[in-house]
């Protein structure tokens, strides 16, 4: 059956490998994606039309949080940042689209605002949107966005000196959001434990990446600390 996306709760997996990544093969983001599933995950979240596609054939029930990295000149928006990219994640399979919800300049000076309008009226599609700050997540949540995640914190030029989890956050969005408007901590969890505390903060759902799939990383990690 269709996944509820009205109150997205407990576990999302992040499934994404770098660029290089003999785990970017979309079968095994796929692979990953089932396991997490299987293991109780309520969704994932995936980068790329191809993965996206990969998963929802593979897990066609599954809810899937969708995005597109696209790096373009001038603006330092990267997390679906334009029509193109909104409107090939969606018709690739994904549940939800994840987007860029700051207030900074996107590429070709296109409004977020506008985009809002337009994936909701013509796609239908629910939108999250990726926040670093308590005021950017009001504003996306007033444009019409039904998830608000704070995956952005300590990623862009005004939070660049904080480090994610985005704690501080949390209660403040908790309580001013819209009733309807779900919340999700995104970024810099850990562990379980930290997990666990972002819902006490008034997280709806936590997501959770290179933690659980991020082997480059993690063994690169584990590598330097042993020397």
């Known amino acids: 059956m269709p996944p509820d996306l009205t109150r997205p709760q407990g576990l999302i997996v992040s499934v994404q490998a770098p660029e290089g990544s003999p785990l970017r093969a979309p079968g095994v983001i796929a692979a990953m994606a089932e396991a997490a599933l299987r293991n109780g995950a309520s969704g994932v979240r995936l980068e790329s039309p191809e993965h996206i596609g990969a998963v929802r ?35 690739a399979g994904a549940s939800v689209i994840a987007l860029d919800a700051t207030d900074r300049y996107r590429p070709a000076g296109e409004d977020l605002a506008a985009l809002v309008q337009r994936a909701r009226s013509e796609l239908g599609a629910p939108l999250m949107a990726d926040i670093d700050s308590v005021a950017n997540g009001l504003r996306a949540a007033e444009l019409g966005c039904d998830w608000v995640g704070t995956t952005l914190y300590g990623y862009t030029e005004d939070t660049a000196a904080h480090r994610p989890p985005g704690w501080d956050l949390l209660p403040a969005l908790r309580r001013e959001l819209p009733a309807g408007a779900s919340l999700i901590c995104e970024g810099g969890i850990a562990s379980a434990e930290q997990a666990r505390r972002a819902l006490e903060l008034g997280a709806d759902a936590v997501v959770v990446g290179t933690a659980i799939t991020g082997i480059d990383l993690q063994v690169a990690a584990y590598c330097q600390a042993l020397g």
């Open 57 to 91: 054939r593979r897990c066609p029930d599954a809810l899937i949080i969708g995005l597109w990295k696209r790096t373009l000149p001038g603006s330092s928006v990267y997390i679906t940042p334009g029509w193109e990219h909104i409107s090939t994640v969606w018709a």
